[in-house]
């Protein structure tokens, strides 16, 4: 076999692995899958009266393409804390002295969470057509709604790889990827970022989380998209790259 063919094959091998940990070990998975689904409803049936009577719309359509980013943002813990919890093992060094491609264990966590974001959004989204979410998006528009979520996702693994690896140990790395998590509240997620003061609309608007929830909110409810899509496309490049770049380095660096 070639040795792209092995790298293939060792990927595989780790993500066989991390789904397996996710199966015996389910209440990180399930915490992960499930507190933003909880937000979701708390921030719709809390928030929505009030803001209903406000905007004149039905706000779970407003909120529910903005929570969803919730999932990529929860998973860079996860992955923090499974690259920690790895390292502090000692299975990180048993990895480097066997024949394996040096990438596929990193590549492994990222497509593993990949895979539990996406089972994840399903449900959100599902959750949110039964409180009342009703996009207009058709067939193409769906797809490339769940493409941008994995791209997302993707990037911000990488990013959470790093941070695990710069973590002396898995609580540590636990907090780590915090400001991730935040980020998503302090976009156009939850409310325009018109209605924010000065200070903070100008981070709003300049943060990626804006222009990935407004390119999914297009999509899927048929508002405009104009230059966030692009915006996206650009922010998903750079951090997966920025992460990766970093990711390798580091892993490198402590070989």
């Known amino acids: 076999m070639t040795t792209p063919t092995y790298a293939l094959t060792d990927t595989m091998t780790m993500l066989r692995r991390n789904i397996t940990h996710a199966k015996r070990y389910p209440s990180m998975t399930f915490s992960i899958i499930v507190m933003p689904i909880v937000l979701l409803v708390v921030f719709n049936y809390v928030f929505g009266g009030a803001l209903e009577k406000s905007s004149g719309g039905n706000y779970i359509d407003y909120l529910a ?86 791209f997302v996702t993707f990037a911000f693994c990488w990013l959470a790889i790093a941070l695990g690896l710069l973590s002396p140990n898995p609580e540590s790395a636990s907090n780590a990827p915090f400001p991730i998590v935040l980020m998503p509240f302090l976009g156009s997620g939850l409310v325009a970022t018109d209605t924010m003061p000065v200070g903070l609309r100008q981070f709003a608007e300049y943060q ?19 230059a966030n899509g692009w915006i996206s496309l650009a922010w998903c490049v750079a951090i997966a790259t920025g992460g990766f770049l970093w990711s390798v380095r580091l892993s490198t660096r402590s070989a």
């Open 65 to 150: 393409p903005g929570m969803l980013l919730l999932l990529p943002a929860y998973m860079t813990v996860s992955v923090a804390v499974s690259i920690a919890t790895d390292s502090s093992k000692g299975i990180v060094n048993r990895f480097r002295v066997m024949a394996i491609s040096q990438s596929s264990m990193l590549t492994g966590h990222v497509l593993g969470a990949l895979l539990q974001a996406l089972a994840g959004m399903i449900a959100m989204t599902a959750v949110a057509l039964l409180m009342g979410f009703r996009p207009n998006a058709n067939v193409v528009e769906w797809l490339a709604a769940f493409g941008l979520l994995a």
């Open 208 to 226: 990626p989380f804006t222009p990935i929830t407004e390119t999914l909110r297009g999509l899927l409810m048929g508002t405009g998209i104009g």
